[in-house]
């Protein structure tokens, strides 16, 4: 069966600017383009498409879906079997002061479904109607779990030319005790000249050993907070997309790296969830 | 599985006592490092330990020591990639054997410590239900250089169908960048000849196996369909049998390696060390390899009473240097990641000297004596390095390959992008003064006068030659030495590094005394090095010198050397505010403020201070321990089994069991991310030297051996083996006695404590006991025990 993306429009300009991020998404890898409103109005398929400014034209492989309901329960809900969400940080009630919305947090923390995020202002490479990223960013904690979880961001990347960076950005190691075979930078270095490619050379086969020998890849090291890091690296190199994944808790004190990241990051953010 | 008849005359015994190390569970991010940790070697063949069948997650690789190779986009050598012998893929019907798509049963790999083999033991029930025991062992011959071997065992448990074994030669894991497979063809043999394809250095390999089943009690080599199949991508053997429920099959192979080094023609030979004992061959080879294994492992076994987990560290550590160390040298040494993986590209660096000389030189000293043997054939490279860096003598390269030239490069990029200029082959110049220490420690240990007057005079006299060229007398009246780097190297470029200075004075000493020695006893053979090396008299007079008058940066008010000079006035950070950290100091800091600070990477006051032990007072090592030990960083894998020896020295045992287990847990604790790349070897070789010279508290000296021993409490007792002019000693320490046998035919001197000295004539046993913190000699000459003399 197709496997589907999912694009949830509340008829807002901020929500509307996931239209073609999602579209270009189902058409790299063919997948069904599900564009989700949710009112207590129904429309015809045409109107609706009107009233959320989206040309039927170019448009391949696409499902209307109209509910009823709380749109931070019924996106969830749609979003089952699909294999991304793409939606915009805010919708009709947008306060970009906020990190994002109230849907959109709800979604990011309710749906096991990745979440493309993209904000109002994102800064988006289009060309011939299609975004695709061209210097994308994933950043590693060096668990393989979080290596595991990558797939839908690099079936993606499979589907573009992208650049990738992988930075890896060191933790203590009372933070990285417990889990079997995770990886961080070598406690001894020796000899930089030798150290750093082994060390480099052993990341890429323990998180990625089937890696597409097409990516440009490049790794990279850095220490400090996570957040800081990954938004220095990002501004410093021009990255225009980023694949992060994570726990899957918004509570408080918890993902700060991620708020951080959606508050301040310009360009479209992939949100993965850990595999169990 | 347990006991095996692998031929009419042989049977294999399993070893089931002691399997240390033994793995059960395949983590696929772990899976490079479970590769180097059980890892094969002898010195000249080196393989990596991996799953046979070979999946993604594999890295599988073998090396010969010395088949460096450089092309022309190139700076230095590297040591080359060959293929992979292990490969072995099983078929049941035509289904292939893997783990990824099949229930593992059971799995486990292990080191046979019985007969210093590894094994692998895999349980698999296929799709269909049928379950198939398999059982692989291999191993590198310490008995033949060429030889390796590996044994298949085949069970098929509850089921009857064809099975299709193909085992060989993988081609595909050698580095086509800079070898040419020329693709041979040798009759029944799977053989692979390859040429290295910048220069015309050749090698071979040869795998030749053997069928045997077991069927109700009756061995049999016939009921199969064998066949040969060279690839470009390998050259394998194929066997298939019709495989019977309960029956077990046994596929035998020896392979053999030879190089264009070894002989003109490798393919030839490699054929015919194969072929060398008929139809017996595997078996023979097998039973040599573990005769020889269990003779070496017996000369260096240390036992510690009373904690199992230290003995597996310790049994570990002893399994990689024995492998390492048995046919390297003359004209390849130990890499800094042994046979075992390919970072640090196979280069040499002062760790074979520093750290696992002491092991060889004491248990094995003929390996010793072929490892300074490599520095000896190296020299013509080294005198060209100190000619290229305006030099007189010989600058033994801090990276070296086969001929000796300096291999370090000038720069590198760091992972965050940033270019660093690399300083150690220039500026590193202790390596040559810790070579020629090795050499006089070799001497002091063995009495093999005709080494140093045939060979290591040379090296005394044309690295005495560079230390007294790097020199500069200033208006203090004293020989200065600047713009160098010292084992710390976060400290680039520094004047007056106490350990260089320190080095270098024992230099001008050794060289000195050896020089008169010859004057007295061989002048013909001093003459003739003379004329060799244009030696004048007034060198050595100079060195004389020279020794005397070298800035040594010691204080005796605080008993403290200065590091370099300066040192003091760099900014004090405390390490405790960075922990835990899980990446060097350096990386924290930055480089330039670590330059700046007084973090240092690893040992260096402390390093000389444990070289030369018996010259310092227990109150100046405790005065410089309590000093630098807060403010090492340890970021060199090297630095925690200084730490543990020179803390047992100094009496402190937390410390020294601490740094015990740190190092010892540096490739099997999986704690340091840089297993992958190969073996830790000097690590392993700091394991031995700290407990035998610093728990076990032996200084080696000229007079004979000096023993001060102090056992941490997790420890009841230790008991080794160790080698002085040729005699055999045993020692068994426990927290309030000491005893040794000698077994050989001449007396040697032996001091409990410091001036304690003692006669000891072979055939008897010594005890000391201790009192008061004190070790004293019981008075009386004592039957051997059976326990200290097994």
Same mark, same amino acid.
């Not at chain 2, 010859?518 to 020794?547: G, H, T």
């Given at each position: 069966?197709?496997?589907?993306? $999912?694009?949830? =429009?509340?008829? +807002?300009?901020?929500? *509307? /600017?996931? @239209? &073609? ?27 609706? $498409?009107?009233? =959320?400014?989206? +040309?039927?034209?170019? *448009? /391949?492989? @696409? &499902? ?33 002061? +906020? ?178 | ?790």
């Amino acid at each position: 069966m197709k496997g589907k993306v $999912l694009l949830p =429009l509340d008829g +807002s300009e901020a929500s *509307l /600017k996931a @239209f &073609i991020p999602a579209k270009s998404i189902a058409e790299m890898l063919d997948l069904n383009l599900i564009i989700l409103h949710i009112s207590d109005e129904e429309f015809s398929d045409d109107r609706l $498409l009107e009233k =959320l400014n989206i +040309s039927k034209e170019g *448009l /391949k492989c @696409f &499902i209307i879906r109209q509910k009823k309901g709380v749109p931070e329960t019924v996106i969830p809900e749609e979003a089952r079997g699909c294999n991304y969400i793409v939606m915009g940080t805010h919708g009709k009630t947008c306060d970009e002061s +906020s990190r994002m919305g109230s849907t959109a947090a709800a979604v990011v923390e309710a749906s096991d479904t990745p979440v493309l995020l993209i904000k109002p202002g994102a800064d988006l490479h289009i060309k011939d109607g299609r975004w695709t990223p061209h210097k994308t960013l994933i950043p590693l904690n060096g668990t393989p779990g979080s290596a595991e979880s990558l797939d839908p961001a690099m079936d993606i990347l499979a589907k573009t030319d992208s650049e990738v960076d992988i930075l890896h950005i060191c933790g203590t190691r009372e933070e990285e005790e417990g889990m079997e075979g995770e990886y961080s930078a070598p406690y001894y270095e020796d000899y930089p000249q030798h150290e750093w490619n082994s060390w480099a050379k052993e990341f890429v086969k323990r998180f990625f050993p089937e890696i597409k020998k097409h990516f440009k890849t490049r790794l990279s090291l850095s220490h400090g907070d996570p957040g800081e890091e990954i938004l220095n690296f990002s501004r410093k190199n021009k990255n225009d997309f980023i694949a992060i994944v994570w726990h899957g808790t918004m509570q408080h004190l918890r993902a700060q790296t991620l708020k951080r990241l959606i508050f301040e990051c310009s360009c479209p953010l992939l949100l993965i969830k850990l595999k169990n | 599985m347990g006991n095996f008849r692998l031929s009419y005359t042989f049977k294999y015994t399993e070893s089931k006592e002691y399997r240390p190390l033994a793995e059960k569970t395949i983590l696929p991010a772990r899976e490079r490092e479970i590769e180097t940790i059980f890892s094969m070697g002898n010195g000249y063949i080196g393989t990596r330990n991996s799953l046979e069948e070979s999946y993604p997650i594999s890295d599988p690789g073998s090396f010969i020591a010395g088949m460096y190779v450089r092309g022309p986009e190139d700076d230095f050598n590297f040591l080359v990639r060959i293929p992979d012998w292990t490969a072995i893929k099983i078929y049941v019907g035509d289904k292939l054997l893997n783990m990824k798509e099949s229930t593992v049963l059971h799995h486990m790999r292990y080191i046979d410590f019985k007969n210093g083999t590894v094994v692998r033991e895999w349980k698999n029930e296929d799709e269909e239900g049928r379950i198939t025991s398999i059982k692989i062992i291999k191993y590198i011959s310490l008995a033949e250089k060429h030889e390796f071997g590996k044994l298949l065992i085949i069970n098929p448990e509850n089921y009857s169908e064809e099975i299709r074994v193909i085992t060989g030669i993988n081609c595909d894991t050698a580095d086509f960048r800079y070898l040419l497979n020329l693709n041979s063809e040798a009759g029944n043999f799977a053989s692979v000849l390859m040429k290295t394809r910048y220069t015309d250095k050749r090698f071979a390999l040869t795998h030749k196996s053997d069928f045997m089943s077991h069927c109700r009690g009756k061995i049999e080599k016939k009921g199969y369909d064998y066949s040969i199949n060279n690839l470009f991508s390998g050259s394998y053997e194929k066997f298939q049998w019709y495989g019977e429920i309960g029956n077990t099959y046994l596929i035998k192979t020896l392979g053999c390696v030879f190089t264009s080094n070894d002989s003109g023609d490798p393919l030839n030979n490699a054929l015919a060390c194969c072929e060398k004992n008929k139809d017996n061959f595997f078996d023979a080879s097998y039973v040599n390899h573990g005769n020889k294994w269990r003779e070496r492992f017996r000369e260096s076994r240390i036992k510690i009473t009373g904690n199992a987990y230290d003995q597996k560290l310790v049994d570990f550590a002893l399994y990689h240097l024995i492998t390492a160390g048995e046919f390297s040298g003359n004209h390849y040494s130990i890499p800094a990641r042994n046979l075992s993986g390919e970072s640090y590209e196979g280069h040499v660096f002062w760790d074979a000297e520093m750290y696992l000389l002491p092991f060889y030189t004491y248990t094995k000293p003929e390996i010793a004596r072929n490892l300074i043997m490599y520095r000896y054939n190296t020299l013509d490279g080294a005198r060209q390095n100190a000619a290229n860096e305006g030099y007189k003598g010989a600058s033994f390269a801090w990276e070296s390959t086969d001929s000796g030239l300096e291999s370090a490069p000038e720069m590198t990029v760091l992972p965050n992008g940033e270019i660093i200029m690399i300083y150690s082959g220039k500026y590193e110049n202790h390596l040559s003064s810790g070579i020629a220490y090795t050499v006089w420690k070799y001497w002091q240990a063995t009495s093999d006068d005709e080494f140093t007057a045939d060979y290591g005079a040379e090296i005394l006299f044309e690295t005495a030659r560079f230390c007294a060229s790097l020199l500069k007398k200033q208006d203090d009246g004293l020989y200065h030495i600047n713009n160098i780097i010292g084992p710390d190297e976060y400290h680039e470029c520094v004047d007056n590094n106490a350990y260089t200075n320190y080095m270098v004075k024992n230099n001008f000493d050794i060289a000195v005394k050896t020089y008169e020695w010859m004057k007295s006893k061989f002048p013909e053979k001093l003459a003739k090095l003379k004329e060799k090396i244009n030696l004048e008299d007034n060198e050595a007079e100079d060195w004389r010198e020279f020794k005397e008058n070298i800035y040594s940066g010691y204080n005796p008010q605080t008993k403290l050397f200065e590091q370099f000079k300066g040192y003091y006035e760099l900014e004090n950070i405390d390490l405790k505010d960075y922990e835990p950290r899980s990446v060097p100091m350096d990386v924290i800091l930055g480089r330039e403020k670590t330059a700046n600070s007084q973090v240092i990477k690893q040992a260096d006051v402390l390093m000389f201070m444990m070289l030369f032990g018996e010259r310092f007072s227990k109150e100046q090592l405790i005065a410089n321990y309590d000093f630098y030990e807060k403010k090492c960083g340890h970021g060199s894998s090297l630095s925690p089994g200084i730490h543990s020896l020179i803390a047992a020295r100094a009496g402190k045992m937390r410390d020294a069991y601490r740094y015990f287990l740190q190092n010892a847990g540096i490739d099997i604790g999986n704690s340091f991310g840089n297993a992958a790349g190969g073996i830790h070897i000097a690590s392993l070789g700091g394991v031995w030297m700290s407990i035998v010279m610093g728990f076990a508290g032996m200084y080696p000296v000229d007079n004979g051996l000096i023993f001060d021993p102090e056992l941490p409490e997790e420890w009841e007792k230790i008991e080794f083996p160790l080698k002085w002019r040729n005699q055999q000693l045993k020692i068994v320490i426990n927290h309030d006695e000491t005893r040794f046998y000698i077994s050989g035919d001449k007396e040697i001197n032996l001091s409990v404590g410091f001036d304690n000295w003692k006669k000891i004539i072979p055939g008897n046993e010594y005890i000391a006991v201790k009192a008061n913190q004190k070790w004293k000699w019981k008075e009386g000459v004592y039957e051997r025990e059976s326990a200290a003399a097994s």
